[in-house]
């Protein structure tokens, strides 16, 4: 089964500064990955997601991801972050092809002025 | 349009007690779910259901129940609240399981203590 797992807890940037959340995956099967996003207070929402296809994926809000297949990798990023990008970022996926996601333990990004 | 409502938003118990966290959506969507958020730990899947009548057990199941009499409506019940459920629970749903093109809906969580 298919399973993620995130290994910054929390990370701290100036405004401006580049951004990468690393998010590693087992392999099993067809790889569907996905990077949800919490703002403080708010619920999960969905930055973008990676079925096939293109490995670079972009999202919301400037924010992209690359699946790196030799890596197992699906690194989230941002060439400049905002104050405003404050928040929690979970990796997610599939544990196999038809069951709910599984998220990793989540990146808190705290940006600072 | 809601989307997916939680109610309540807060709710302290106390050890043994029991309570419903409730869950409603208006999207006509078949799939909803309920997770568990701890610090640290990430969301953790308790229970899910694929349609009313329908539902399976996610990754930590112990503790809860539910039940999904109509589409719309999937309720968790908490029958003997322990301190290790004191979390932010998050009811969530989709249009689809394997259609990767329909996200998670979130709602906007009930935070409860159980002391």
């Known amino acids: 089964a298919q399973s993620v797992s995130q290994h910054n807890h929390h990370v701290i940037l100036s405004e401006a500064a580049s951004l990468e959340l690393g998010c590693n995956y087992s392999?099993?099967?067809?790889?569907?990955l996905f990077w949800y996003v919490q703002y403080p207070g708010q619920h999960l929402q969905l930055l973008l997601k990676y079925f096939s296809g293109d490995p670079l994926v972009k999202g919301i809000k400037g924010f992209e991801a690359e699946f790196i297949k030799s890596k197992f990798s699906f690194n989230l990023r941002k060439p400049s972050v905002q104050w405003s990008d404050t928040a929690e970022y979970f990796c997610a996926a599939p544990p196999s092809g038809n069951t709910p996601l599984v998220f990793g333990k989540g990146t808190r990004l705290s940006v600072i002025a | 349009n809601a989307g997916v409502t939680q109610t309540p938003k807060f709710r302290i118990l106390k050890i043994g007690q029991s309570m419903t966290l409730q869950c409603a959506q208006d999207m006509n969507h078949n799939y909803m779910y309920w997770y568990r958020q701890d610090p640290g730990m990430g969301l953790k899947l308790i229970y899910y259901?694929?349609?009313?009548?329908?539902?399976d057990k996610g990754e930590v199941p112990n503790g809860y129940n539910v039940s999904r009499s109509t589409t719309e409506d999937f309720p968790l019940r908490l029958e003997l609240a322990a301190p290790s459920q004191t979390s932010v629970y998050f009811c969530?749903?989709?249009?689809?399981?394997?259609?990767?093109?329909?996200?998670?809906?979130f709602g906007n969580g009930t935070r409860l203590t159980v002391t």
């Open positions: 392999y099993g099967g067809t790889v569907n």
């Open positions: 969530a749903s989709s249009y689809s399981l394997t259609d990767y093109n329909s996200p998670l809906h």
């Open positions: 259901s694929v349609g009313a009548g329908i539902t």
